[in-house]
């Protein structure tokens, strides 16, 4: 085993199938941020994601200035409501004007902001990267986190202005944006419908 993992591994103890079945999309978070240390083991386990072909494509910007955040979050509303943003239609129906509203910030106030960007390697890049969100998601959730993937936020952050101001390159894709924080309160879990098996030959 590695270093990383056992470090890992003495604090936080939670069993994989525990983290798949406790991780939460968690929308209240405490105001306080989490420490450096914490978020360099979250970045480790990304890291350790399935990768193809081992390119390792991703590259992490972490944001916790609160007033940067909350220029992203106010720059994500102006994409929407001016319909720049493409993922607009897919809202109707799930209270779009909720996430307009002037009390709405798209990163529910979480002290931490995960980027995840692909470098562009092929065709598996997207891939690569959603599975190293879930990995730091399900770290998270063994070191007693919050976690919540804010596809909302992806337009904003491929935008040539934010690459500039978090230092990404203009070759890379912002893929998966991940808010981390300390939980308030319990997230009941959202009901799945059993899995659609096609063929069990
Ligand atoms: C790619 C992706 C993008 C998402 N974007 C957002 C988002 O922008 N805002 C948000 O509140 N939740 C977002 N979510 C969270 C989902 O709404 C949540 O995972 C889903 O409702 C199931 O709830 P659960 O994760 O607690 O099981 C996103 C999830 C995924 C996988």
């Known amino acids: 085993m590695s270093n990383s993992a056992k470090n890992a591994g003495m604090e936080?103890?939670?069993?994989?199938?525990?983290a798949i079945y406790h991780r939460r999309a968690v929308?209240?978070?405490?105001?306080?941020?989490?420490?450096e240390a914490v978020i360099r083991k979250l970045l480790d386990a990304a890291?350790?994601?399935?990768?193809?072909?081992?390119?390792?494509?991703w590259a992490f910007a972490i944001i916790q200035d609160?007033?940067?955040l909350k220029r992203l979050s106010d720059n994500v509303k102006e994409l929407l409501v001016s319909g720049a943003d493409p993922i607009h239609p897919l809202l109707r129906g799930h209270g779009a004007g909720r996430f307009t509203s002037p009390e709405f910030n798209a990163f529910y106030n979480a002290g931490t902001l995960v980027v995840i960007y692909g470098r562009p390697l092929g065709p598996f890049v997207v891939a690569d990267c959603?599975?190293?969100?879930?990995?730091?998601?399900?770290?998270?959730?063994?070191?007693?986190?919050?976690?919540c993937p804010i596809g909302l936020a992806?337009?904003?952050?491929?935008?040539?202005?934010?690459?500039?101001?978090?230092?990404?390159?203009?070759?890379?894709?912002?893929?998966?944006?991940?808010?981390?924080?300390?939980?308030v309160g319990a997230t009941p879990p959202v009901p799945r419908k059993p899995p659609e098996i096609l063929c069990w030959k």
């Open 154 to 183: 992806v337009a904003a952050l491929n935008s040539p202005q934010w690459k500039k101001e978090l230092g990404a390159p203009a070759e890379l894709t912002a893929i998966a944006p991940i808010i981390v924080g300390k939980p």
């Open 47 to 57: 890291v350790h994601a399935p990768t193809a072909i081992h390119e390792e494509p």
């Open 12 to 18: 936080a103890s939670m069993s994989a199938m525990d």
């Open 130 to 147: 959603w599975l190293a969100a879930e990995n730091l998601m399900l770290a998270a959730c063994a070191h007693g986190l919050g976690t």
């Open 27 to 35: 929308r209240d978070y405490a105001p306080e941020k989490i420490d």
């Open 66 to 68: 609160k007033a940067l």
